[in-house]
Protein backbone atom coordinates (compact mmCIF):
# COMPACT_ATOMS: atom_id res chain seq x y z
CA UNK A 1 0.00 0.00 0.00
CA UNK A 2 3.06 2.16 0.45
CA UNK A 3 3.78 2.64 -3.52
CA UNK A 4 0.08 3.79 -3.89
CA UNK A 5 0.42 6.46 -1.38
CA UNK A 6 4.03 7.37 -2.79
CA UNK A 7 2.07 8.07 -5.72
CA UNK A 8 -0.90 9.57 -4.17
CA UNK A 9 1.81 12.18 -2.75
CA UNK A 10 2.61 12.78 -6.31
CA UNK A 11 -0.38 13.87 -7.46
CA UNK A 12 -1.29 16.01 -4.07
CA UNK A 13 1.99 18.00 -4.21
CA UNK A 14 1.30 18.46 -8.27
CA UNK A 15 -1.93 19.98 -8.02
CA UNK A 16 -1.52 22.67 -6.81
CA UNK A 17 0.52 23.41 -10.29
CA UNK A 18 -2.80 22.85 -11.99
CA UNK A 19 -5.06 25.13 -9.60
CA UNK A 20 -2.88 28.12 -8.25
CA UNK A 21 -0.35 27.84 -11.28
CA UNK A 22 -3.28 27.63 -14.04
CA UNK A 23 -0.89 25.18 -15.71
CA UNK A 24 -4.06 23.77 -17.51
CA UNK A 25 -2.43 20.41 -17.77
CA UNK A 26 -6.09 19.08 -16.56
CA UNK A 27 -7.84 21.13 -18.68
CA UNK A 28 -6.24 19.99 -21.88
CA UNK A 29 -6.91 16.58 -21.03
CA UNK A 30 -6.57 15.93 -25.06
CA UNK A 31 -3.07 16.62 -25.55
CA UNK A 32 -2.45 15.05 -22.06
CA UNK A 33 -3.70 11.56 -23.22
CA UNK A 34 -1.84 12.13 -26.28
CA UNK A 35 1.52 12.17 -24.08
CA UNK A 36 0.58 9.55 -21.95
CA UNK A 37 -0.29 7.08 -24.67
CA UNK A 38 2.90 6.41 -26.01
CA UNK A 39 4.55 5.92 -22.33
CA UNK A 40 2.08 3.68 -21.84
CA UNK A 41 2.13 1.47 -24.33
CA UNK A 42 6.05 1.36 -24.40
CA UNK A 43 6.34 0.85 -20.49
CA UNK A 44 3.37 -1.15 -20.05
CA UNK A 45 4.55 -3.89 -22.92
CA UNK A 46 7.99 -3.62 -21.45
CA UNK A 47 6.91 -4.67 -18.36
CA UNK A 48 4.33 -7.61 -19.21
CA UNK A 49 7.11 -9.00 -21.09
CA UNK A 50 9.83 -9.01 -18.29
CA UNK A 51 7.32 -10.13 -15.78
CA UNK A 52 6.17 -12.83 -18.48
CA UNK A 53 9.78 -13.64 -18.71
CA UNK A 54 10.65 -13.29 -15.05
CA UNK A 55 13.08 -10.93 -15.55
CA UNK A 56 12.08 -9.47 -12.64
CA UNK A 57 8.81 -9.58 -9.93
CA UNK A 58 7.13 -7.76 -7.44
CA UNK A 59 6.72 -8.07 -3.56
CA UNK A 60 5.11 -6.53 -1.03
CA UNK A 61 2.11 -4.86 -3.41
CA UNK A 62 -1.61 -5.03 -2.87
CA UNK A 63 -1.74 -7.77 -5.15
CA UNK A 64 -4.33 -6.57 -7.47
CA UNK A 65 -3.04 -7.43 -11.15
CA UNK A 66 -4.43 -6.23 -14.70
CA UNK A 67 -3.57 -9.00 -16.36
CA UNK A 68 0.22 -9.99 -15.16
CA UNK A 69 0.71 -6.22 -14.54
CA UNK A 70 0.36 -5.49 -10.81
CA UNK A 71 -2.13 -2.02 -10.22
CA UNK A 72 0.76 0.17 -8.70
CA UNK A 73 2.98 -0.52 -11.68
CA UNK A 74 0.01 1.38 -13.95
CA UNK A 75 -0.42 3.72 -11.88
CA UNK A 76 2.82 5.00 -11.62
CA UNK A 77 3.17 5.11 -15.41
CA UNK A 78 0.06 7.40 -15.13
CA UNK A 79 1.21 9.19 -12.21
CA UNK A 80 5.01 9.91 -12.96
CA UNK A 81 4.41 11.15 -16.46
CA UNK A 82 1.51 13.43 -15.53
CA UNK A 83 3.52 15.23 -12.51
CA UNK A 84 6.27 15.59 -15.05
CA UNK A 85 4.17 17.46 -17.34
CA UNK A 86 2.33 19.60 -14.77
CA UNK A 87 5.96 20.91 -13.24
CA UNK A 88 6.64 21.09 -17.07
CA UNK A 89 3.47 23.76 -17.78
CA UNK A 90 4.19 25.49 -14.49
CA UNK A 91 7.77 26.46 -15.19
CA UNK A 92 6.63 27.52 -18.38
CA UNK A 93 3.76 29.74 -16.58
CA UNK A 94 6.38 31.22 -14.53
CA UNK A 95 8.81 31.46 -16.75
CA UNK A 96 7.48 32.21 -20.35
CA UNK A 97 11.05 33.14 -21.51
CA UNK A 98 12.42 29.96 -21.31
CA UNK A 99 12.56 27.66 -24.56
CA UNK A 100 11.41 23.54 -23.78
CA UNK A 101 12.15 23.08 -27.55
CA UNK A 102 8.72 22.36 -28.95
CA UNK A 103 7.39 25.66 -29.17
CA UNK A 104 6.11 26.77 -32.75
Do not use: Q
Not at 7 to 18: F, N, Q, S, Y
Not at 72 to 94: K, N
Request: hydrophobic share 55%; net charge positive.
Amino acid sequence: MLYLLVMAGCVVVTLPLELVLRARVYARWRRLSLTLLPVLAVFVTWDVLAIHAHAWSYRRLTGVKIGNLPLEELVFFLVIPVCSVLTLEAVRRLRPSWSAGDES
